[in-house]
């Protein structure tokens, strides 16, 4: 079976699936409803996630298909997990390199001084 589905049908199914898991799995509910899904192309369902929801929701991902392929008669869904960066999570600096390089973002005149003074990172 393979009906097709809009993004506003995969809504519709999505929001009874929440109401299913609200009270059994608050965890996952609660990451579900702030990242909804996007129908990409054909039977391909994208939720865009951090890395420390991932699996969360990996680990409940064989019910979710089962349900989503049952409420919209489509026997091919498949979910693709996309994870994101949070925008207001600072980037890591784990090398003297990586950090210097992030100290010359925030002033630039360290770079001139580098350069200037002929220094090296150890």
Known sequence: MSNSFTQDDLSRVWKQYLTSIEKSNAS???ILFNHPPT?????????????????VVENE???????LRKELKNSFI???IVVTQ???????????TDKFKLMIEKN??????KIKFGLDLD
């Not at 129908?39 to 699996?55: A, D, S």
């Not at 991902?61 to 349900?67: A, M, V």
């Not at 949070?86 to 003297?96: G, I, M, W």
């Open 28 to 30: 996952l509910h609660s």
């Open 39 to 55: 129908v990409k192309g054909g039977n391909v369902i994208e939720i865009r996630l951090l890395v420390t929801q991932k699996t």
């Open 61 to 67: 991902k064989t019910e979710l298909i089962s349900f």
């Open 78 to 80: 498949s979910i693709d």
């Open 86 to 96: 949070p925008e207001d999570e600072p980037q890591k600096a784990f090398t003297a």
């Open 108 to 113: 630039p005149v360290l770079g001139e001084m």
